[in-house]
């Protein structure tokens, strides 16, 4: 468990079972099972269907039990458990949301923006258009889903945080691009970057490289996974991140922007 200024977080790196929401909780609760004392269980994007894998099943909302699951999953553990779901919002829209959820319920949320038009995404879902920064121990926590990791306007650190959290069906084809692009926004944002992927072939006759990733804010490595399922534990410290960016104050020299 956590420390003063310390994070423990567990890459939870899983194969997707196609449109199979209880297979998928029961194994990814398994998963976590190997990994026991985490402050953060990081779970793959739409984690309970695989990208697109709700067509023709009964769809969830934020009272489903996708969503009672991660809540039962923080209270057993005392500890978040965090990933997105293709979930109905209150007004019947359909959306890919990002959910970080405590012992307490869910902290926050994030719907995607940025939807996936090439695999089709942007017919079944509507995009979110507010970004999700928020305080949880002491640390702000900015949560992204999969392909907005090639938007980095979307992804600036204007907004002040020090933990960037992607969750991804990213397909094995643009790989390379997933494993630059997550060490970039580290970089450049000067913040833990922790990017969580699927691995192993998906309903949809796409392979999943797994690939994760965690990087310190001024590109250091601290996880790089292979295409195997597994979970990876990885100990975040926020002095040594404020330590840096007070050594290389690079943030305060950037632009100003809007986003329309």
């Given at each position: 468990?956590?420390?003063l ?13 196609w ?11 398994a998963l976590m099972d190997?990994?026991?004392g985490?402050?953060?269980?990081l779970?793959?994007e ?5 990208f697109r894998?709700d067509?023709?099943?009964e ?6 039990p996708s ?5 039962d999953?923080a209270v057993?553990?005392?500890?978040v458990?965090?990933?997105s779901?293709?979930?109905?919002d209150?007004?019947?829209k ?25 695999g ?8 979110g258009?507010?970004p ?5 121990r002491g ?8 392909y907005?990791l090639?938007f980095p306007?979307?992804?600036h650190n ?5 933990l960037?959290l ?8 643009r790989v390379?691009?997933?494993q630059?692009?997550?060490k ?9 970057v ?6 192993g072939?998906?309903g949809n ?10 990087w ?22 926020l002095?040594?991140l404020y ?5 290389f104050?690079?943030l305060r020299d ?6 329309d």
């Amino acid at each position: 468990m956590s420390t003063l200024n310390k994070l423990d977080v567990a890459m939870v790196q899983s194969e997707l079972r196609w449109g199979d929401p209880v297979a998928n909780r029961t194994h990814l609760g398994a998963l976590m099972d190997q990994s026991t004392g985490a402050d953060l269980y990081l779970l793959p994007e739409t984690f309970a269907t695989g990208f697109r894998g709700d067509d023709g099943i009964e769809a969830e909302n934020m009272a489903g039990p996708s969503v009672t699951w991660m809540i039962d999953q923080a209270v057993a553990r005392q500890a978040v458990v965090a990933g997105s779901l293709a979930l109905l919002d209150g007004s019947g829209k359909r959306r890919n949301r990002f959910l970080f959820v405590t012992d307490k319920g869910v902290l926050a949320h994030y719907d995607k923006r940025h939807l996936f038009g090439f695999g089709g995404e942007d017919e079944r879902y509507s995009a979110g258009q507010t970004p999700c920064t928020f305080d949880w121990r002491g640390w702000k926590i900015d949560l992204q889903v999969c392909y907005d990791l090639r938007f980095p306007v979307w992804c600036h650190n204007s907004r002040g945080f020090d933990l960037q959290l992607y969750v991804a069906n990213w397909p094995a084809p643009r790989v390379a691009a997933w494993q630059a692009l997550l060490k970039a926004r580290a970089i450049e944002n000067q913040c833990y970057v922790i990017g969580i992927n699927c691995t192993g072939p998906g309903g949809n006759n796409i392979d999943y490289p797994g690939c994760s990733s965690a990087w310190t804010g001024m590109g250091e490595s601290l996880a790089e996974l292979d295409g195997q399922e597994q979970v990876k534990r990885v100990v975040l410290d926020l002095e040594a991140l404020y330590e840096m960016r007070k050594r290389f104050p690079f943030l305060r020299d950037g632009d100003r922007f809007t986003i329309d």
